[in-house]
Nanobody, 133 residues
Framework: QLQLVESGGGLVQPGGSLRLSCQASGFNLDSYSIGWFRQAPGKEREGVSCTNIRDGITYYADSVKGRFTISRDNAKNTVYLQMNSLKPEDGGVYSC??????????????????????????WGEGTLVTVSS
């Protein structure tokens, strides 16, 4: 079965950290560009970070730059989003998506900033992150 599954969400205090996982089944993440998106209640879904795993190119939204980091585990066919120094405004449902186009930095930025959700090949169901004291 071809799917993405996210995990790792939860409740964390401001300033804390979480690591989200995006595991693929049925396809190799190395052959895709991967995006992390989040949606807070009452807000539109926004791109957080988009990456081309094969070439090691990653775009980060300004709001998370310096705090969030993408990494991967090839053996587990998993991409991680390490989130540090979390703020209440980082809360929301975090989803990962896979696009079969291998993208450079400009296209990755577009994937995050102007996402065309209908063009993405696979989506996970999301994992909830709550940042609150």
């Amino acid at each position: 079965q071809l799917q993405l599954v996210e995990s790792g969400g939860g409740l964390v205090q401001p300033g804390g950290s979480l690591r989200l996982s995006c595991q693929a089944s049925g396809f190799n993440l190395d052959s895709y560009s991967i995006g992390w998106f989040r949606q807070a209640p009452g807000k539109e879904r926004e791109g957080v970070s988009c990456t081309n795993i094969r070439d090691g190119i990653t775009y980060y939204a300004d709001s998370v730059k310096g705090r969030f980091t993408i990494s991967r585990d090839n053996a587990k066919n998993t991409v991680y989003l390490q989130m540090n120094s979390l703020k209440p405004e980082d809360g929301g449902v975090y989803s990962c998506a896979a696009d079969r186009r291998i993208m450079g930095i400009t296209a990755l930025q577009a994937m995050c900033v102007m996402p065309r959700f209908k063009d993405m090949d696979y989506w996970g169901e999301g994992t909830l992150v709550t940042v609150s004291s």
